[in-house]
């Protein structure tokens, strides 16, 4: 992949809340740098815009773009996807792009004559202010996520676990509706005499809203049983 540039990639590392995004903006606007667009296949925040933060991709969609042969680096940290476009990296164009320093390496196999700056913060405490501020300003987003499905039937769809007030995970027993927005429980399988019949379930719980300091989600543990009860069989 290291052919000859002429024109420069440059990655900004650092802390989170070390300025990265700021320096970004100020060297697109005084030197004429393009930004690299970062592919997330996390939901997207209420806040963040498409193709101003980057580009918000489901998981199907980014592996369509690996078949195209059109990503050339993905990695994936914290149960989310990130990827970059082959057209953004290999390019004559003035790049640049946030980057955290374990991927360094990686990216001198793909570009060789990378340029980074690591940015240090004057003050670590206000560094630290800012993470504390940015995970504050969420919107609440769920951390946790069950669905249900009975087949292609979804039941129960990205049900949150943690109770939105408390941030504390939810406790108790949660019932999966006959229906899609039922209210009915009892799941019944009816089968001619003599015969079998089988029901295909897919009970997903869903890790997200990780994009951000990791600190707090140390030592987190999920438990939980899925138990179906049998009725008597008339």
């Known amino acids: 992949m290291g052919g000859i540039y002429l024109k420069m990639l440059l990655g900004l590392v650092g802390v989170s809340g070390a300025g990265k995004t700021y320096f970004k903006e100020k060297i697109v606007e005084k030197l004429g740098f393009e930004k690299v ?19 918000f991709r489901t998981e199907e969609e980014l592996d369509k773009l690996n078949r195209e042969g059109k990503i050339i680096y993905q990695f994936k940290v914290f149960g989310g996807m990130y990827a970059y476009l082959k057209e953004e990296i290999l390019t004559e164009k003035n790049m640049i792009f946030e980057m955290h320093y374990t991927m360094i390496d990686d990216w001198k196999k793909i570009r060789p004559d990378i340029k980074t700056i690591y940015i240090l913060p004057k003050n670590l405490e ?3 202010q800012k993470v504390i501020e ?9 951390e946790l996520e069950f669905t249900a499905k009975k087949g292609e039937t979804v039941l129960l769809d990205k049900i949150s676990l943690v109770d939105f007030d408390t941030k504390v995970g939810k406790t108790g027993t949660i019932k999966i509706p006959t229906t899609a927005n039922g209210s009915e429980y009892t799941h019944k399988l009816v089968a001619d005499a003599g015969a079998s019949v089988t029901d295909n379930w897919t009970i997903t719980v869903t890790l997200k809203n990780l994009a951000m300091n990791q600190n707090e989600n140390t030592g987190k543990q999920l438990t939980g049983q899925i138990a179906f009860t049998k009725t008597d069989c008339a």
Do not use: D, M, S, Y
């Not at 667009?37 to 580009?55: C, D, L, S």
């Not at 995970?135 to 987003?141: G, P």
């Open 37 to 55: 667009n970062t592919i997330r296949t996390r939901q997207k925040r209420n806040e963040e815009q498409e193709g101003k933060v980057g580009f």
């Open 134 to 142: 940015r995970e504050t300003n969420t919107e609440k987003l769920n």
């Open 126 to 128: 206000i560094a630290k």
